[in-house]
């Protein structure tokens, strides 16, 4: 599935989106997808992470993730930095 269509369809849904693309917000198509479906993404900054160190990561980021969305109102994109920070990302539409 196409990564704008699964945006899209997620549109509606009290979701928050998880992933590794760091440049979900520089594709022009992706970027107005994710803002027309008023989504919440945060992005795993880090690189070189195996499966259980990225779960790990985003699993430390919890409660970050959960301060962060009641402070910003989607759409927006965060990142997740290795350490588990969260900091807020440009969306580049």
């Given at each position: ?11 509606g849904q009290?979701?928050i989106?998880l992933t590794k693309?760091?440049n ?9 997808a994710l ?11 880090a690189?070189?992470?195996?499966g259980?160190e990225?779960g790990?990561?985003i ?25 588990s ?9």
């Open positions: 599935m196409k990564d704008v269509d699964w945006l899209t369809a997620l549109q009290d979701w989106v693309d760091k979900i917000r520089r594709r022009p198509l992706e970027a107005q803002i027309a479906a008023n989504l919440r993404v945060f992005v795993v900054t690189t070189d992470l195996t259980d990225t790990q990561v699993v430390r980021a919890l409660p970050r993730i959960r301060r962060f969305c009641k402070k910003h109102r989607a759409p927006f994109i965060g990142g997740i930095t290795r350490n920070e969260v900091t807020s990302l440009k969306i580049h539409d």
